[in-house]
């Protein structure tokens, strides 16, 4: 059970986070399915990886939602001479009191922003393998909470390699969701310019009209909601078939685990709710499978030389597979 009392509403709960989303959308212009995938982060009390080239914002987005859901939030640049102890906070000594102090590290917050989480060494980015998974920091074998909520957003750039440090499979696989922000269309494009011209400054969100619509109780109330949602055996071995075939298929090495059958039960749970019903259907599972699988498979080399990337297989396994009725 979420910790924070709540007196909101399982209705008001949902009114307050579709609010939250075109709140948003009114300084990200065009990635609302990108603004959706970082609500269902949140109500699954997930991470999510940023995938995307410079420029469409990609921070923007992180800054906003903390804004919008009044959390705190916190931005980590990751660089190659970054330390674990930059990351989780360590220990200082205090010449007053001739003692060791902890001096809390940037994950202490609700919404942490990892920009470029690839450009920093394994041993740095090991250091946020137990903030995820559970959330909390150990220092001298004494466990330190996180605060309530907790969410990594890590951003990664996928055409610049030089100086970078591939997240390995147990990295990626704290992800609950892998995210392509895609640069905007011609005419979101012409919005974007537009808001400019008229004065939005990006690093001025309160000026900008950008309004808090939702908050940490909302989104506990909406995550017990979410755990309510009925799903079917139809549906739960849906899941496990569509999981079973990327480890049969010939252009994947490495197929999807079970901890990604129970990620994709997940975010189509919580899907669901978003979209006013109290169960799954087959179709969540198909809007969110790319999403929930992509950065956890991996595609052969010989298939990766002939062009064929992971949505493609997922795409694929979606066509084959049965869907139930």
């Known amino acids: 059970m979420n910790p924070i009392p709540s007196s909101v509403t399982t209705t008001g709960a949902r009114e307050s986070l579709g609010a939250l989303r075109r ?17 269902l982060a949140l109500l699954c009390r997930g991470h999510v990886l940023l995938e995307g080239v410079p420029g469409v914002a990609k921070t923007l987005l992180v800054r906003a939602m903390a804004q919008a859901l009044s959390l705190d939030t916190k931005r980590l640049q990751f660089t190659p001479d970054l330390m674990p102890g930059d990351v989780t906070g360590s220990l200082v000594y205090d010449a007053h009191t001739a003692r060791f102090e902890f001096q809390e590290g940037p994950v202490f917050t609700n919404l942490l922003l990892a920009d ?8 740095t980015q090991a250091a ?49 969701l892998k995210l392509t922000v895609e640069p905007p269309s011609r005419n979101d494009e012409v919005t974007i310019l537009r808001n400019h011209h008229r004065g939005f400054n990006p690093h001025d969100l309160a000026a900008a009209g950008l309004q808090p619509v939702a908050g940490a109780a909302d989104l506990a109330t909406a995550q017990q909601a979410v755990d309510t ?7 739960l071995t849906y899941i496990v078939d ?21 990620a994709l039960l997940a975010v189509s749970k919580a899907w669901a709710w978003l979209s006013g019903r109290e169960y799954v259907t087959p179709d969540d599972v198909k809007a969110l499978a790319s999403a929930t699988l992509r950065h956890r498979i991996l595609v052969r080399p010989e298939a990766e030389l002939e062009g064929v990337t992971p949505d493609d297989v997922l795409n694929s396994l979606l066509a084959s597979v049965p869907t139930p009725r």
């Open 23 to 39: 709140e948003v959308g009114k300084v990200v212009v065009g990635q609302d399915s990108t603004i959706s995938g970082m609500v």
């Open 229 to 235: 949602v009925t799903v079917t055996d139809a549906v």
């Open 116 to 123: 470029e989480i690839n450009r920093t060494p394994p041993k």
């Open 128 to 176: 946020l393998l137990e903030v995820m998974e559970e959330k909390q920091v150990s220092v001298e074998g004494s466990p330190r909470p996180l605060p309530t909520p907790f969410c990594v957003a890590a951003t990664q750039n996928p055409i610049e390699h030089e100086g970078t440090y591939p997240l390995p499979e147990a990295q990626l696989d704290r992800f609950l």
């Open 242 to 262: 569509l999981c079973q075939a990327t480890r049969r298929s010939p252009s994947l090495s490495l197929g999807a685990s079970p901890r990604a059958a129970t």
